[in-house]
């Protein structure tokens, strides 16, 4: 706790966190410490749960599980478990925004399709067949087509991954056998592979993996991504103000949190309209502030430069401010604890996701397949939310007064015409004003102290002249440091300053949501196209400093399979250090370090010979800048680059 409060970057984190002890509100952080010691099995992959013999723990004493399973076979099982519930989540987000993409084009949905130029470019990119039709008629049948990428049982190919996929990658995919048919049938086959008496060979869970991933990748990050720019709309650049002294004593304050952006564009439309905004005035609020929080805060300030606040170990902060009058959730990240605070400030909290009930919230759903009474219930939400300003207790409000500037909707699109083109950007790699492009994306864990992780690695990175893009939690860490502000120009390089100061854009481009990292795998995809070479000899990387979510598995690994190396922090699932295990073994510390097949296979020369990328795992967030810095700086060389 005592790391937490001193390390946390942002200053209003640090002073909700001990604003809550001193009121003796329950957060994350009392639970973490009441879980400790965690068990040292859990934290290595070890313990295997996938029957009803065990559960088992792998250690010297008992190698192997009861059905004979070793450690190999459990930690693999483990992580390619992980990675698909990861890819399930993701796979409902994308179903309900393809669904809302046929509804509205059906009329049914009151919506109007504001991404038309993704809606052609898809339809070539599938070779559809659009003679004659117009954007609706063409919107729906991509929408099929990545609904088919989503579910089908049969041998692919998957319209996204042959659409997008660099063909270096198809043909090394192709030889590997890992070709994937679908979102649904990876799932499915994962849990087939890891149930009792399944496979027992880790290395064909190893290539399940990168099929996995590979659906993961082209169906539902790329579906979710282009589906909802095919609905709202291509981000482009905008400068906003962030973090949580947006929120205003006198303002009916509404916080909007989860991953999937239909029903809340929606909300959002009728908060904006004159009967709403009246009746902020008629229950005494001066106005209505908007916040996001997570993804769809990410979603929202992209496209509209929505003010974020915080990220998912800041959702219980944020309510505690005691000023938020609701709280609109919708699915995923949206943790139990989050109705504990709102209770203990008699926050109003609407749950609109039939898959992500609370109890005891006013629950208001939207379905996809049945948005009658969208406009109707957005607008019930609306009013709601607004209403319960005039029981707010005034006596509990404390807001921190902190606002960062920051300016975000860095798209695919956006970023690329700020630099005038791939082949500028290339120039800038090859001359080394920019020295390479990292992503570092991700969750929170409550296992660093929060936030500074990623805000210590970023700001070596872009030291060093490291261009950066982010998503999810990790955006808003970033956001909240000012690091996505044109400002931070300062605290770059001497050549990334002067280039981020002439293009008048941060060092740090903050590109969306977690869905939305496809935006960057694009741009390096088409970078080492233009460059001539594969993707794993360029000065890429991927960096999940804190990673938390089952879904974060997926993302690395989609780099990995295209051949961009990960760096991720502790504590990863992948089992490191991996103990040498000794016998009655507790806690963390009474297991050695040691090296086995899995260690080996993601950090060694077993993944790498498959796919050209590694995975390096390095807690401490200084080493970890330096460890990216080298693999930069080795690509470099290779390539021949100064
Ligand atoms: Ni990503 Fe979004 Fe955050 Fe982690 Fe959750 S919000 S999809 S999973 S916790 S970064």
Redesign the pocket.
């Known amino acids: 706790r005592e790391d937490v409060l001193e390390l946390t970057p942002n200053r209003a984190s640090k002073e909700m966190l001990e604003h809550l002890a001193e009121q003796g509100v329950e957060t994350f952080l009392d639970r973490f410490e009441a879980q400790q010691p965690q068990c040292g099995f859990g934290l290595r992959g070890l313990c295997c749960r996938m029957c009803q013999w065990g559960p088992c723990r792998i250690s010297e004493k008992a190698p192997r599980g009861i059905c004979g399973r070793d450690l190999n076979l459990v930690v693999m099982s483990n992580i390619v478990r992980a990675l698909v519930a ?1 890819l399930a ?2 796979g409902r987000h994308a179903h309900e925004v393809i669904l809302t993409i046929i509804e509205a084009a059906e009329g049914r949905a009151n919506f109007k399709l504001k991404g038309e130029q993704r809606v052609w470019e898809l339809a070539e990119k599938f070779q559809l067949d659009t003679q004659g039709k117009d954007l609706s008629a063409v919107a729906k049948e991509v929408a099929f087509c990545l609904l088919e990428d989503l579910g089908r049982m049969t041998a692919g190919p998957m319209y996204m991954l042959e659409a997008y996929a660099p063909q270096e990658r198809k043909q090394i995919w192709k030889r590997l056998g890992v070709l994937p048919r679908s979102a649904s049938y990876e799932v499915m086959e994962t849990l087939h592979m890891t149930t009792l008496g399944g496979c027992s060979d880790w290395t064909a869970l190893a290539e399940q993996e990168l099929r996995s991933a590979l659906a993961y990748c082209y169906s539902t990050l790329f579906g979710s991504s282009m589906a909802t720019e095919i609905l709202f709309g291509i981000p482009k650049p905008k400068i906003t103000q962030v973090n949580y002294g947006v929120l205003k004593e006198d303002h009916v304050n509404i916080l909007v949190h989860g ?1 999937s952006p239909v029903m809340v564009e929606k909300i959002l439309e009728k908060i904006n309209s004159p009967e709403i905004q009246e009746l902020a005035r008629t229950v005494g609020a001066k106005g209505i502030v908007v916040g996001g929080m ?2 769809t805060g ?1 979603e929202l300030l992209a496209r509209y430069g929505i003010p974020t606040v915080t ?2 170990m800041g959702q219980e902060l944020a309510l505690g401010t005691g000023a938020v009058d609701a709280v609109v959730v919708d699915m ?2 949206v943790i139990p604890g989050l109705k504990i605070v709102a209770d203990c400030f008699g926050t109003e909290v609407i749950t609109t996701c039939n898959s992500n009930r609370i109890p005891g919230a006013t629950h208001i759903p939207f379905d996809a397949e049945n948005p009658a009474n969208l406009d109707e219930d957005a607008l019930k939400v609306a009013r709601i939310a607004v209403e319960s300003f005039a029981k707010r207790d005034r006596s509990k409000i404390r807001i921190p007064q902190v606002t960062t500037k920051a300016m975000a909707g860095w798209s695919y699109e956006a970023i690329k015409d700020v630099f005038g083109g791939t082949g500028e950007i290339l120039r800038l790699l090859r001359e080394g004003t920019i020295k390479g492009i990292v992503t570092v ?4 864990t409550p296992k660093v102290p929060y936030e500074y992780n990623h805000v210590t690695i970023v700001r070596k990175l872009i030291e060093s002249g490291i261009l950066v893009t982010t ?4 955006s808003h860490a970033l956001l909240n440091a000012g690091l996505c502000a044109p400002e931070a120009a300062e605290y770059a390089s001497s050549s990334l300053k002067e280039l981020c100061q002439q293009l008048g854009i941060p060092p740090v481009l903050a590109v969306g ?3 939305d990292n496809t935006r960057t795998l694009r741009l390096f995809i088409d970078l080492a196209e233009e460059a001539g070479v594969s993707l794993a000899d360029m000065p890429f990387m991927f960096v999940g400093p804190e990673p ?2 089952e ?2 598995v997926g ?1 690395g690994v989609s780099f990995l399979a295209h051949g961009v190396s990960n760096l991720v922090g502790f504590p990863a699932p992948i089992p490191v250090p991996v103990p040498k295990l000794k016998e009655n073994a507790e806690t963390h510390d009474d297991l050695d370090p040691g090296i086995n097949d899995i260690v080996d296979f993601f950090g060694g020369e077993g993944l790498y010979e498959k796919v050209g990328a590694k995975v390096f795992t390095e807690p401490y967030p200084k080493l970890a800048a330096q460890t990216i810095r080298m693999h930069i700086r080795r690509k470099r060389l290779a390539l021949g680059w100064k």
């Open positions: 990861g989540a993701h991953h997570c993804c990410d990220n998912i995923q990240c994306v991700g969750c929170n998503t999810g939690c990790c949501g977690c869905v938390g979510n879904k974060t993302q």
